[in-house]
């Protein structure tokens, strides 16, 4: 039998080791602060000084995105002068596998 199907039934000890070889992989972490949907047109006629309204409130929490799927929710903080995010809510299981799967 292969380490890949062996995997699911392996003790949470063996996962921490299984899970090592992944730890160097790189992935690309975003942060969303919100959207808008709009006309090409009316982005085309955005400028310096435009303001482009979205779709979150101002205290509302952001989305912290690991290759496009969402794992936690937070807020912005400021560390050594740079923006930061301070999780305060991870994703449950099913919301990061419908991520996965509306990409698919």
């Known amino acids: 039998m292969s ?3 062996e995997a699911p039934n392996a003790r949470p000890a ?3 080791v299984k899970m090592d070889m ?3 992989i790189s992935v690309r972490v975003t942060v969303e602060v919100g959207s808008a949907s709009v006309t ?4 085309l006629d955005l400028g310096e000084g435009s303001v482009l309204e979205l779709d979150r409130q101002v205290n509302d929490p952001l989305d ?7 794992v936690a929710r937070g807020e912005i903080v400021e560390t050594n002068g740079r923006f930061g995010i301070r999780i305060i809510d991870v ?3 099913g919301d990061r ?3 996965l799967e509306a990409r698919s």
């Open 91 to 93: 994703a449950q299981d």
């Open 40 to 43: 090409l047109a009316s982005l």
């Open 64 to 70: 912290l995105l690991v290759n496009g799927t969402l």
């Open 97 to 99: 596998l419908a991520g």
């Open 14 to 16: 063996d996962r921490a």
């Open 3 to 5: 380490d890949m199907s």
């Open 22 to 24: 992944f730890a160097d």
